[in-house]
């Protein structure tokens, strides 16, 4: 193993035990409520960045993953009562499917048509789901918490758990993406699809990769979420502010690297929660859409980019 | 129960519709199909026309239509000024400039959502005007005055629209600089004060446009979610830039809406632009009248 990869998954590790100490010897359930909201962005930005940052696909459609996620989790608890673990790799695998679906049907497009078709979908499923019965329609469908499992007390700290676990799978894939074959054949692309491809890259496999892996990824961050809240609604789980949200946050921090979403989810979502609970969560979305505006039009590489140039100028003086 | 009337009814009232989406449509087909820009704030633009619409109407009593025409010059300076920022961070840095624009607008759109809300909240919103809320009766068909009313303003804009760009020296160069850019600039234009004087011009048209909307229907601040789809639908149908086939566009989308919200109901009605838009990218993405 590399000395990085030996660092990484260290880090990693000591991230999960910390989050687990965390669990047990905070009494105060609020941190883990706060916690778990931005733990799921970061999933859900570093997922984004895959497609988005990698390979330059502006997916707009991060509602429609998560939505289904949250949907997957909601027919498994209804017609099963499965458990957390089978709702969460259900929920990737039917978004992986569903990343694939947009993949084939999206093959020729290209910049704004990719991002409209994804729109698309999110409206057509969340349709969907609100003129399917079985799973609340409209109205949306309450779900009752199994009892928690050991070691935890409760069951938001059971979730917030969980989705650190997924916060550490997401960028150990994203990680070994970017540092392989594929991260390099996915950057040719980005940069001219047509270059890439005469070159050899086997630039449709490798959109179609990164499809299925960032659909998986946002499908499973959002399946936790149906026991989370223990309510869902179309209304709530397919809303677009999950995909301007996320995309302001991957944007914002960089996606050039994987640890770009990261910053950039953790910042914003952690000022999101202290607006929503001091201001109101109309101001929140407002600050969220000026810095995307902001950022994208001063700052095109995001935090990273800041950072980086700071760095060069530094070694040059 | 389904029936041949239920269906003319459906067809007459899609076309009414269809017109309507035409109008709301024209402005995306110049600066997204002539322009290239990633224009996805228009729907935005047009539900802040109608609450321009709805506070001149609402606090000075004007009419919608008269106060959709006042609006119209501060809206043609909105666009100018949106494309001379848009041309300046991104269309002239290139390459990686197009994923940014995109997320731009975007942020735009959310810019203006949200202003909406913090100064009118969330509740909906009409206007009042002597022929909003009477009908035309034709045997048992009913038409609301108000759809006639919008059908001939749309109407009326779009074959005005069609006329200045095919008819008049700007229209034409602004035809011309979606063409050759290049070519344009060899003959000694300047293309940029062209695209923007077209970008001005497709979002002036939003002011008139806004006004139909807010006549036509109740408005709030996140109507614009679905418009991303009627107007985008319209416009890729049609073929990028082609302003007669946004009048027939328009008129599938709206006639297709009226015929499953009378035969499945409304909760179905949002996906049908969306299905429509995806199923044409998907089969036939240069659209009816494509080049």
């Known amino acids: 193993m590399q000395r990085s990869s030996i660092i990484f998954w260290f880090g990693a590790g000591m991230f999960l035990i910390a989050m687990l100490l965390m669990t047990q010897f905070i009494r105060n359930e609020y941190p883990f409520f706060a916690g778990y909201v931005i733990l799921q962005f970061v999933v859900l930005s570093v997922a984004w960045t895959i497609l988005g940052g990698y390979a330059g696909y502006v997916n707009f459609g991060t509602n429609a993953f998560f939505g289904v996620g949250v949907y997957s989790a909601v027919l498994l608890i209804r017609a099963f009562e499965a458990p957390l673990g089978v709702q969460i790799a259900l929920a990737a695998l039917v978004g992986g499917l569903l990343g694939l679906g947009v993949g084939l049907l999206t093959l020729r497009m290209r910049g704004i048509f990719f991002s409209i078709a994804t729109i698309a979908l999110a409206i057509i499923i969340e349709t969907s789901i609100t003129n399917w019965r079985f799973v609340g329609g409209a109205a ?178 | 129960m389904f029936s041949i009337e239920l269906l003319r009814d459906a067809v007459v009232l899609g076309v009414l519709l269809g017109c309507f989406y035409a109008a709301v449509s024209i402005g995306l087909s110049i600066s997204f199909g002539l322009l290239d820009v990633p224009q996805v704030a228009h729907p935005a633009f047009l539900v802040l026309a109608s609450y321009g619409v709805f506070w001149l109407n609402d606090t000075y009593d004007i009419d919608p239509l008269l106060a959709g025409l006042l609006i119209t010059p501060l809206f043609f300076v909105l666009g100018l000024i949106t494309y001379r920022l848009y041309h300046e961070t991104f269309e002239r840095r290139g390459s990686d400039a197009a994923v940014r624009g995109i997320a731009f607008f975007f942020g735009v759109a959310f810019i203006i959502e949200v202003l909406i809300i913090l100064q009118f909240g969330v509740d909906q919103r009409s206007v009042t005007a002597s022929y909003i809320g009477k009908a035309w009766r034709i045997g048992d068909l009913r038409i609301p005055i108000r759809q006639l009313v919008a059908f001939a303003v749309a109407l009326g804009l779009t074959v005005l629209l069609a006329t200045y760009l095919s008819k008049t020296f700007m229209g034409r160069a602004i035809r011309a600089v979606a063409q050759d850019e290049g070519g344009l600039r060899l003959m000694g234009a300047n293309p940029v004060r062209i695209k923007q004087f077209a970008f001005g011009i497709a979002t002036a048209v939003l002011g008139m446009a806004g006004a139909l909307l807010i006549i036509v229907a109740l408005v709030d601040p996140t109507l614009d979610r679905v418009y991303i789809g009627r107007t985008f639908c319209v416009v890729v149908m049609a073929g990028l830039g082609s302003i007669s086939g946004t009048l027939i566009a328009a008129i599938i989308l709206g006639v297709a809406e009226s015929i499953v919200l009378t035969m499945f109901g409304a909760s179905w009605a949002p996906a049908i632009s969306f299905a429509l838009l995806l199923g044409v990218l998907a089969v036939r993405p240069q659209g009816l009248l494509g080049r």
Not at chain 1, 212 to 222: F, R
Not at chain 1, 239 to 263: K, Q
Request: glycine content about 8%; overall charge positive.
């Open chain 1, 140 to 317: 949306g469908i309450q779900l009752q918490r199994p009892p928690v499992m050991q070691p935890f007390d409760t069951y938001v700290k059971m979730l917030f758990f969980v989705q650190a676990l997924l916060v550490v799978i997401a960028i150990a894939i994203a990680r070994f993406i970017q540092n392989s074959r594929i991260g390099r054949g996915l950057h040719a692309l980005r940069d001219d699809e047509l270059a890439a491809e005469c070159t050899g890259v086997p630039t449709l496999r490798l959109k179609l990769l990164a499809c299925v892996v960032s659909g998986a990824l946002m499908s499973a961050a959002g399946a936790p979420a149906a026991l989370y809240v223990q309510f869902a609604n179309p209304d709530s789980a397919f809303d677009l502010n999950y995909s301007v949200s996320v995309l302001a946050m991957s944007l914002i921090g960089g996606t050039a690297h994987w640890i770009g979403p990261v910053l950039g989810a953790i910042l914003l979502s952690t000022t999101q929660q202290l607006l929503t609970v001091t201001i109101s969560s109309e101001v929140n979305v407002l600050v969220l859409g000026v810095m995307l505006v902001l950022f994208v039009v001063a700052a095109p590489k995001g935090i990273l980019g800041l950072v980086r140039r700071k760095a060069r100028k530094a070694d040059a003086a």
